[in-house]
């Protein structure tokens, strides 16, 4: 059983009720993604690319159109099974109870008990810095506030898998920092972290894998460094070569020479032939954002929502 992944989607498809009863809007289309036991997972798109539609199917909140999923190896709906998951959903409404009733409630939920329910209460509220003002009515919360509350209701039942929408984004600086070493500390314990974000520098610095949503399909799932890397382009650093002859850019006398990855090999012949060294050869790195923006511009935007009239198959 400890071989299944954290999570896998499998063809899923997802399908709501437009504004007008008779339209569907598509969030997720054909949707497959498997999300490793251990791993960060940084889950990215941009608004409306259906992430949040994903991780509702995973934990049961709906059901899929059609496709399957499983989450840690049970069939997504599975009730004991969302015991041993953490949830923070993202827009976090709370009922108007003391912070640290709010956490013990949702413990509770999932089945902890005194004394072990107290003690993780307590820790939790420490964590996340939030022990000063537990005894006051989450009701009447800052957005922030109310994500810290979030956080440790998630993390309160020690989970195997925790599911986090946008979980950064109502903190300041000093929250993200919390938060991320809380997911660190997470995974050094061996447990999985799906997380969504539309900010890229959160998960550029956290996580292990990430996938792109685009349009309610995965766009691109791979490491960072895969994801960045162009296969495409190269740059070749040389020297002691004429910059013109090559159309490079010289810089303190080193030659820089951008090349497609099939013209590599003739371009450091050549500057052998010239009587010249190659010093480096790197592949171009985008920046994430980069990244981003093409695949939002090559799929027409990125959120999934045009309205069509019938119920899609
Ligand atoms: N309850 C709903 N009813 C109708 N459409 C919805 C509903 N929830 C989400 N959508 C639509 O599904 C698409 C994906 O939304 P969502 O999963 O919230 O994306 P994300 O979390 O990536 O911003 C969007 O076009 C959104 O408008
Ligand atoms: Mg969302």
Request: proline letters at 4%; aromatic letters at 6%; hydrophobic letters at 40%.
């Amino acid at each position: 059983m400890s071989s299944a992944p954290a999570l896998a989607f499998n063809d899923v498809s997802k399908h709501y009720r437009g504004f007008f009863r008779s339209q569907w809007v598509t969030a997720l289309r054909n949707f497959s993604l498997r999300v490793e036991r251990g791993e960060i997972f940084g889950f990215l798109g941009p608004n409306g690319a259906g992430k949040t539609t994903a991780m509702h199917l995973a934990i049961g909140l709906m059901f899929p159109s059609s496709g399957r999923g499983e989450m840690l190896g049970h069939e997504f709906g599975h009730a004991p099974t969302r015991r041993r998951v953490g949830f923070l959903a993202e827009n976090v409404s709370l009922y108007h109870r003391s912070a640290a009733k709010l956490v013990r409630f949702y413990g509770a939920l999932n089945g902890m008990r005194d004394p072990q329910l107290r003690r993780r209460t307590t820790e939790m509220l420490k964590e996340l810095e939030i022990t000063d003002v537990a005894d006051r009515n989450a009701g009447k919360f800052s957005r922030g506030m109310l994500q810290r509350v979030g956080l440790a209701q998630a993390l309160v039942n020690d989970p195997e898998l925790l599911i986090l929408d946008e979980p950064a984004s109502a903190l300041d600086p000093l929250g993200r920092m919390r938060v991320r070493e809380i997911l660190l500390r997470a995974r050094e314990a061996g447990k999985t972290v799906f997380l969504s974000s539309h900010l890229l520098s959160e998960v550029e610095q956290i996580c292990d894998r990430l996938a792109i949503v685009i349009k309610g399909r995965v766009a691109r799932v791979g490491t960072l460094a895969e994801l960045l890397e162009s296969q495409d382009r190269f740059v070749i650093t040389a020297k002691g070569i004429d910059a013109l002859m090559f159309e490079g850019s010289q810089q303190n006398g080193f030659i820089k020479i951008t090349v497609p990855a099939l013209t590599q090999r003739r371009t450091i012949e050549k500057i052998w032939l010239a009587g010249g060294e190659v010093i480096a050869v790197n592949p171009i790195r985008r920046t994430l954002e980069d990244l981003f923006v093409e695949l939002a511009n090559q799929n027409g935007g990125g959120h999934s929502d045009e309205a069509i009239n019938q119920e899609p198959k």
